[in-house]
């Protein structure tokens, strides 16, 4: 029944407690006890209240933003550093693919080694255009 | 030019405007403050929360939707924060040396100084309940607000209220009689 009344008093400082609630809890202030310790709990509450605005000290948003720069800087080194391994990876495959074609290949010419076959003429397959027209 | 509004800001921090952001730290520094220094006394642990949250608050921006005050939003992180550091100071088995160094900054134990003796008995309760207490005594959230911040129901925030004033009280008997 105490514990009752003392969350009733609680929420009583919120200003959200019914006229009954509020009737009850008035009856219930008549015990000395409660009365006691609801006017400690007030005095507790007006000490505690903050009153004044605290404060990291100076420079504390700028100590944010610099936080923020180097976090981003080194986001993007992470990011930088992340795709390297994969292009050091890549010019790797692409070198290793040129060395194929070169062995390969019967002659060293620069389109055998990016793996392009030397066509012959006679090997060049002629499309007749008006073919298909006079048919 | 009227002053932007914290959703302004917040949305112009989105877009990389670190002005902005930068404006929305001096405007919450304070509240911020406020709590971590309830929660941890004033150590230099609390000042690295207090970056830390404004670090994690400008990380979550993509997911901050303004469902809640940029002010509920922040007080949330820096408990969350706090409850994590008092934690890792248990782990370290140094919490008391910890407090103590924040505490009693000045205070003597013949100290007749109402503020300090309460500051003091403050830092001794269970971190639960201090959180409760630095919300609903400190910075004055309402019941209802200190249960949505913890995300506990509105009965665990009354009766851990009720604990750490009775616990506060004890405490502090002879001053506040």
Redesign the interface.
Same mark, same amino acid.
């Given at each position: 029944m105490k &514990?009752l009344n003392? &969350?009733l008093f !609680? =929420?009583s !400082? @919120?200003g959200n407690i019914s006229d009954e609630q509020k009737n009850k809890l008035n009856e219930a202030m008549t015990d000395l006890a409660l009365r006691k310790?609801a006017d400690? %709990?007030l *005095?507790? $509450?007006s000490? !505690? !209240? $903050?009153k004044e605005? @605290?404060? %990291?000290?100076p420079f %504390?948003?700028? $100590? +944010?933003?610099n =936080? +923020? *720069?180097s976090?981003k800087k080194e986001i993007d080194y992470q990011i930088f550093f992340f795709f390297k391994k994969y292009q050091v990876a890549a010019i790797g495959v692409v070198v290793a693919l040129m060395v194929l074609n070169i062995f390969l290949s019967d002659n060293l010419t620069f389109k055998s080694v990016l793996g392009f076959e030397d066509e012959q003429v006679d090997n060049i397959v002629s499309i007749d255009l008006y073919q298909n027209l006079t048919e | 030019m009227a002053e932007q509004s914290d959703d302004e800001l917040v949305e112009n921090s989105r877009n990389g405007d670190l002005a902005a952001f930068k404006t929305l730290v001096i405007r919450h520094e304070g509240k911020v403050a406020g709590v971590v220094r309830s929660m941890l006394g004033s150590t230099p642990e609390a000042d690295d929360v207090g970056q830390e949250v404004f670090i994690r608050f400008y990380e979550a921006l993509g997911k901050f939707r303004g469902e809640s005050a940029v002010s509920t939003y922040l007080t949330r992180i820096a408990i969350n924060l706090s409850l994590n550091e008092i934690k890792r100071r248990k782990r370290r088995f140094s919490i008391f040396t910890k407090e103590e160094e924040g505490w009693h900054k000045g205070t003597s134990d013949n100290s007749s100084d109402l503020n300090e003796m309460i500051a003091h008995e403050f830092s001794q309760l269970d971190p639960d309940f201090r959180a409760v207490a630095t919300l609903r005594l400190i910075e004055g959230y309402s019941t209802e607000e200190t249960a949505t911040i913890l995300g506990i129901p509105l009965g665990t925030v009354l009766s851990r209220l009720a604990r750490a004033q009775k616990k506060l009280r004890t405490g502090l008997e002879k001053y506040l009689n």
């Open positions: &514990d003392e &969350d !609680l =929420q !400082l @919120d310790n400690q %709990f *005095k507790l $509450r000490n !505690l !209240l $903050r605005v @605290d404060s %990291f000290g %504390f948003a700028e $100590r +944010i933003i =936080q +923020i *720069k976090l | -």
